[in-house]
């Protein structure tokens, strides 16, 4: 995700050093293009790292204050021109952005017939013009800018800075965290305290709907209505690995904890709540051949199967159209019979999994359209499909996937509504899945309350060698997931299986020391579910079940039960993954395993 670092100081101090080896820290955060801004010495900025970007900066570059920023492409592609800093027209407000501005090309339209001219395809800069503009009127830079983001719909986090005032920084957050930082006779802006915390331990957290002034001796908060908010900074006892990870110990739970935001950002300005349908930009191009595909094959490896897993049970039920998941890893090595009334679906995080892509390129060569549903903008995955959705889940610096996971559902259940609404569903039940899908980040925070119920019962079943979860239809790729997370991160042998299947083979395994992770929400599949756990309480297996909220009769049963919020059908597998994360997570932590770095695996396989 983009990250974003500000200085203005008043000592002898180099602001330039100081904004590139900020930029430095953040680097972890994954980005594609870099760039710096100080008032006394201009622009640089570059594709690629803060290494070019250090080198592309001449000696002469000096500056006491200046913004700088990483940028990781969502609008436009990440070229010199599209890099932060973005300036207005006349080339005297400059500012770094994280986030989207969804109103932009309204904004864009309305700034251009009063004469602004734009220099990138960024949503980000008609922020400057926008600023601009209103210092005409206003002729102060703090007025201009409280009149600027009143207008603004989407997430920012922000730094700002005038250069005719060029000691003042502007800082302000909506949906996308900005902290400060207080230091003595300088102060920091920062997307995490990383960058700040070599400087000053004294921080304070930007809340939404907040902006702050600063100079190198003061800091003034205050809401977007110009009320004045008095907070006192507060003292950091991170190290700078810790505010990577957001405080938390690991980036696993760090991501496992970003679901709600996750689900947002996928979601944001894709679902049009009211008529039950889904604005898939990224599909626009090949609209014309989306309307004559008669099957989808969704590819993917690992957990990215899994969601194409799901997916297939979400878009053959409610956009009617045949569908089939393939690994892959296989799918490339069989002779699959595919035409131009095939879509296929690469789904990856990466965007650089050799499998998926080669199973992409067999898709391309029989004349399939091929669609990617890829986190990474840019990625090879990304640029070799016809078309596709990106998840906008930020990147996922932890090797097990976990808010990759959460992003691809829920932009599955897009693409079922876009596809959907085209074919057989509905407006009303359309309309109901909208809701439901604009009601998860909620139902997700209510889920990850159980952080400390999960931590628990890993630590009461962490000494077992062995698992199996169980699950059906919705849940049965659930249950494979909950098994994959389980070993690659805590080296317990854990099985997947469909409910059903039970009986036909992994039932024999079942004893007091073989635990299951029963998924039984109250679906359409409740009582069938019900049914094995019994027989598995039957051969004395301890079972774990994951049912809904209030159902009670199942606690008579199972030995432990968590218990999730209910939404419909097709998107609960969107909140029972989650204690399966936890769970794997805390069996790591239990025997003191690093769950962020599993041996023999890596983030990224792009070898075969
Ligand atoms: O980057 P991708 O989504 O293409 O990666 C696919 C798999 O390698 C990945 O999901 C892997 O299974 C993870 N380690 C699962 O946690």
């Known amino acids: 995700m983009c990250g974003i670092f500000a200085y203005t100081g008043s000592k002898n101090k180099d602001a330039v050093e100081v904004l590139l080896e900020g930029l430095s820290s953040l680097e972890y955060r994954g980005y594609d293009s870099a760039g710096i801004y100080t008032p006394e010495s201009g622009v640089v900025k570059t594709p690629g790292a803060v290494g070019a970007l250090r080198g592309k900066v001449p000696k002469s570059f000096t500056g006491k204050s200046g913004i700088s920023h990483l940028r990781w492409a969502t609008h436009g592609a990440p070229t010199e021109k599209n890099a932060h800093p973005h300036h207005g027209g006349k080339e005297d407000i400059w500012l770094v952005h994280n986030g989207i501005v969804e109103n932009f090309r309204e904004l864009k339209e309305r700034l251009t017939k009063k004469g602004h001219t734009f220099f990138s395809e960024s949503d980000t800069e008609v922020l400057a013009h926008l600023i601009e503009e209103y210092l005409r009127s206003e002729k102060n830079f703090e007025k201009a800018v409280f009149k600027a983001l009143g207008e603004v719909r989407g997430t920012y986090g922000l730094a700002i800075q005038y250069a005719k005032e060029p000691e003042k920084l502007i800082a302000a957050r909506m949906g996308s965290p900005i902290v400060l930082g207080v230091g003595n006779g300088e102060h920091f802006i920062a997307s995490d305290a990383s960058p700040i915390l070599k400087h000053t331990k004294k921080v304070l957290f930007l809340n939404d709907g907040e902006?702050?002034?600063?100079?190198?001796?003061?800091?003034?908060?205050?809401?977007?209505?110009?009320?004045?908010?008095?907070?006192?900074?507060?003292?950091?006892?991170?190290?700078?690995?810790?505010?990577?990870?957001?405080?938390?110990?690991?980036?696993?739970?760090?991501?496992?904890?970003?679901?709600?935001?996750?689900?947002?950002?996928?979601?944001?300005?894709?679902?049009?709540?009211?008529?039950?349908?889904?604005?898939?930009?990224?599909?626009?191009?090949?609209?014309?051949?989306?309307?004559?595909?008669?099957?989808?094959?969704?590819?993917g490896c690992g957990t990215a199967y899994?969601?194409?897993?799901?997916?297939?049970?979400?878009?053959?039920?409610?956009?009617?159209?045949?569908?089939?998941?393939?690994?892959?890893?296989?799918?490339?090595?069989?002779?699959?019979v595919l035409n131009q009334r095939t879509a296929l679906i690469a789904v990856s995080q990466s965007g650089e999994t050799i499998d998926t892509l080669e199973a992409v390129r067999e898709g391309k060569r029989k004349g399939a359209l091929t669609l990617g549903i890829v986190n990474t903008v840019g990625s090879t995955i990304a640029r070799e499909t016809d078309a596709g959705v990106y998840n906008h889940a930020g990147p996922e610096v932890g090797v097990a996937s976990t808010k990759a996971l959460v992003s691809q559902l829920t932009t599955l259940a897009l693409f079922t509504l876009f596809f959907g609404r085209a074919r057989k569903l509905s407006p009303k039940k359309g309309a109901e899945i909208a809701r439901e899908l604009a009601a998860l980040p909620k139902k997700l925070e209510t889920v990850l309350k159980k952080e400390k119920e999960m931590a628990k019962l890993a630590k009461k079943y962490a000494h077992m060698r062995d698992f199996l979860f169980i699950g059906r239809k919705y849940n049965y790729p659930v249950a494979l997931e909950g098994a994959l997370k389980l070993k690659e991160v805590s080296y317990v042998h854990a099985e997947g299986y469909g409910a059903g299947e039970m009986k036909?083979?992994?039932?024999?395994?079942?004893?007091?020391?073989?635990?299951?992770?029963?998924?039984?929400?109250?679906?359409?599949?409740?009582?069938?579910?019900?049914?094995?756990?019994?027989?598995?309480?039957?051969?004395?297996?301890?079972?774990?079940?994951?049912?809904?909220?209030?159902?009670?009769?199942?606690?008579?049963?199972?030995?432990?039960?968590?218990?999730?919020?209910?939404?419909?059908?097709?998107?609960?597998?969107?909140l029972n993954l989650i204690p399966l994360q936890l769970f794997a997570y805390y069996v790591a932590i239990q025997k003191g395993l690093n769950p962020d770095r599993p041996r023999n695996l890596a983030k990224s396989v792009t070898v075969e």
């Open 211 to 299: 902006v702050a002034v600063l100079t190198p001796t003061s800091h003034a908060v205050y809401k977007l209505s110009q009320k004045r908010v008095r907070r006192n900074p507060e003292e950091l006892s991170w190290g700078a690995e810790e505010a990577q990870k957001g405080g938390y110990e690991h980036f696993m739970l760090k991501e496992i904890m970003e679901a709600p935001d996750v689900v947002s950002n996928t979601l944001r300005g894709r679902l049009i709540q009211k008529k039950g349908m889904a604005k898939l930009g990224g599909l626009e191009s090949v609209a014309k051949k989306l309307s004559h595909i008669e099957r989808i094959i969704i590819v």
């Open 504 to 574: 036909h083979g992994p039932i024999a395994m079942i004893d007091q020391e073989f635990p299951t992770f029963a998924l039984t929400p109250r679906d359409s599949v409740y009582e069938k579910n019900v049914s094995n756990v019994h027989e598995l309480k039957a051969r004395k297996g301890l079972v774990i079940a994951l049912a809904t909220e209030g159902d009670k009769s199942i606690a008579k049963l199972a030995d432990d039960v968590v218990y999730v919020p209910k939404t419909l059908e097709m998107l609960q597998p969107i």
């Open 306 to 336: 899994y969601a194409g897993l799901i997916g297939e049970y979400m878009l053959e039920e409610f956009a009617g159209i045949p569908v089939e998941v393939e690994l892959a890893s296989e799918f490339r090595y069989r002779s699959p």
